[in-house]
C-alpha cells in the first residue's frame, strides 16, 4: 500500500521561506514511473495544484507560483520536498503531497493523483 | 483557458440520482478525474481516465465527457456521499488545474 506523509513546520513567517518534505512508502520513487505532486488548500476553499517532480528531477510549475516555488526529490531517501520563498498569509493552508499517474488511455492523455498524504497545516503569521 | 467552473452546491435526495458538471475547454483534449473531500479529510479519487474506478470506490459513481464538460453521476445517492467533489485536468504544458468545487448534500 503506497502512503505519503508530510512534514515540516506548521508556523513561517512571512517573507520567509515555506519547507515541507513528503516521505514514500509502498514505492520507491527511483523506480517509478510515477510523478511526485505539492497541492494545496487554504481553509474553507478550493484545491490549487502547486507543480510536480519525476524521479529524473524534471519539474513543472504552476505558472501563478513559478517565481517562489521549487520542488526537489532525494531518491536516497525517498522523499521529495517544497519550498514557497517569500510566504505572505495568503500562504497559509493545508499542504497536501500526492502521487500522479500519467499515461495514455484510448489516444488521451490521462492524469490523475492517485494517493495523499494526509496535508499538514502551514500557517504564516509573525 | 484552463480553468474548470463547477456548480456551487447541489443537493439530492437519498436514494436518488445527482449529477455533477465540470467545464473547461481543457476537457476536450484531456480527460478529467474527479475527487471527493470529506470534512477535515485528504481528497480522495472516484474516478479517473474519464470512467475508471478506483478499487473500493462503489460502483454508483459513474462519469462521462461530451466537449468542454465532464460529468460525475452519483446513482442511488447514499448519506456517506456527502462531501466536496473537485474535478481536475491538465492543460497542454502540463500543469493542473482543480475545479472550483461542488458541495452535494444527501437529503
Known amino acids: 500500500q503506497v502512503q505519503l506523509q508530510e512534514s515540516g513546520p506548521g508556523l513561517v513567517k512571512p517573507s520567509q521561506t515555506l519547507s515541507l518534505s513528503c516521505t514514500v512508502s509502498?514505492?520507491?520513487?527511483?523506480?517509478?514511473?510515477?510523478?511526485w505532486t505539492w497541492i494545496r488548500q487554504p481553509a474553507g476553499k478550493g484545491l490549487e495544484w502547486l507543480g510536480r517532480?519525476?524521479?529524473?528531477?524534471?519539474?513543472i510549475y504552476n505558472p501563478s507560483l513559478k517565481s517562489r516555488v521549487t520542488i526537489s526529490v532525494d531518491t536516497s531517501k525517498n522523499q521529495f520536498s517544497l519550498k514557497l520563498r517569500f510566504v505572505t498569509a495568503a500562504d497559509s493552508a493545508v499542504y497536501y503531497c500526492?502521487?500522479?499517474?500519467?499515461?495514455?488511455?484510448?489516444?488521451?492523455?490521462?492524469?490523475?493523483?492517485?494517493?495523499w498524504g494526509q496535508g499538514t497545516l502551514v500557517t504564516v503569521s509573525s | 483557458s484552463s480553468e474548470l467552473t463547477q456548480d456551487p452546491a447541489v443537493s439530492v435526495a437519498l436514494g436518488q440520482t445527482v449529477r455533477l458538471t465540470c467545464r473547461g475547454g481543457?476537457?476536450?483534449?484531456?480527460?478529467a478525474s474527479w475527487y471527493q473531500q470529506k470534512p477535515g479529510q485528504a481528497p480522495v479519487l472516484v474516478i479517473y481516465?474519464?470512467?475508471d474506478r478506483p478499487s473500493g470506490i462503489p460502483d454508483r459513481f459513474s462519469a462521462s465527457t461530451s466537449g468542454n464538460t465532464a460529468s460525475l453521476t452519483i446513482a442511488g445517492a447514499q448519506a456517506e456521499d456527502e462531501a466536496n467533489y473537485y474535478c481536475?485536468?491538465?492543460?497542454?504544458?502540463?500543469?493542473?488545474?482543480f475545479g472550483t468545487g461542488t458541495k452535494v448534500t444527501v437529503l
Open positions: 500526492a502521487r500522479q499517474a500519467q499515461g495514455i488511455t484510448n489516444l488521451k492523455v490521462t492524469s490523475y493523483f492517485d494517493y
Open positions: 509502498g514505492d520507491s520513487i527511483s523506480g517509478s514511473s510515477y510523478y
Open positions: 517532480i519525476y524521479t529524473t528531477g524534471s519539474t
Open positions: 481543457s476537457l476536450r483534449s484531456y480527460f
Open positions: 481516465d474519464n470512467n
Open positions: 481536475n485536468s491538465r492543460d497542454s504544458s502540463g500543469n493542473h488545474v
